[in-house]
C-alpha cells in the first residue's frame, strides 16, 4: 500500500472517530443549548462525514489493511462489532423500552467505536 493510500485509510477512520466523538458531545455536553436549526446543521454534517467514512475506506481496498496488520485489522473489526451492539442497542432500548437496557453501556459502546476506528487508523502504519 503506497503512502497516497495510507495516508487516506488513516484519515478515514479518523474522520470515524471523530464522528463518534461529536456525537457523544453533542448528546453530553451541548444538550439543550444549540438550537433546533443548529442542530440539524450539526447532524446533516456528521451523516455526511459519517458517509464518506466507509467511501473512503472502501476506495482504500480494505484487503489490503487485512494483509498488513491481520491482527489489528482482526481486534478492530471485533471491536467495531461490540462497540455497535452496546452503543445501539443501549439506545433503542432506552427509547423503546427493551429488556436488558443497561445506560452504562452506551458510552463503553462508544468508546470502543472510537478505540476501533483509531486501530484502524494506525492499521496501516504497522509492517506485517
Same mark, same amino acid.
Given at each position: 500500500?503506497?503512502?497516497?493510500?495510507?495516508?487516506?485509510?488513516?484519515?478515514?477512520?479518523?474522520?470515524?472517530?471523530?464522528?463518534?466523538?461529536?456525537?457523544?458531545?453533542?448528546?453530553?455536553?451541548?444538550?439543550?443549548?444549540?438550537?433546533?436549526?443548529?442542530?440539524?446543521?450539526?447532524?446533516?454534517?456528521?451523516?455526511?462525514? !459519517?458517509?464518506?467514512?466507509?467511501?473512503? /475506506?472502501?476506495? $482504500? @481496498?480494505?484487503?489490503? #489493511?487485512?494483509? =498488513?496488520?491481520?491482527? %489489528? +485489522?482482526?481486534?478492530?473489526?471485533?471491536?467495531?462489532?461490540?462497540?455497535?451492539?452496546?452503543?445501539?442497542?443501549?439506545?433503542? !432500548?432506552?427509547?423503546?423500552?427493551?429488556? /436488558?437496557?443497561? $445506560? @452504562?453501556?452506551?458510552? #463503553?459502546?462508544? =468508546?470502543?467505536?472510537? %478505540? +476501533?476506528?483509531?486501530?484502524?487508523?494506525?492499521?496501516?502504519?504497522?509492517?506485517?
Amino acid at each position: 500500500m503506497n503512502v497516497f493510500w495510507k495516508i487516506n485509510s488513516s484519515l478515514a477512520a479518523f474522520y470515524g472517530a471523530v464522528t463518534v466523538g461529536s456525537a457523544a458531545a453533542l448528546m453530553h455536553l451541548w444538550r439543550g443549548t444549540i438550537a433546533t436549526e443548529q442542530l440539524a446543521v450539526l447532524l446533516s454534517a456528521g451523516f455526511i462525514l !459519517a458517509f464518506h467514512v466507509v467511501a473512503l /475506506l472502501a476506495l $482504500s @481496498a480494505f484487503d489490503k #489493511l487485512q494483509q =498488513q496488520s491481520p491482527w %489489528l +485489522s482482526r481486534i478492530a473489526v471485533t471491536a467495531m462489532q461490540i462497540g455497535l451492539w452496546l452503543f445501539v442497542y443501549t439506545l433503542v !432500548a432506552g427509547v423503546f423500552k427493551l429488556p /436488558l437496557h443497561f $445506560s @452504562a453501556l452506551a458510552p #463503553l459502546g462508544g =468508546q470502543l467505536l472510537i %478505540l +476501533s476506528w483509531l486501530a484502524l487508523a494506525i492499521s496501516p502504519w504497522i509492517r506485517k
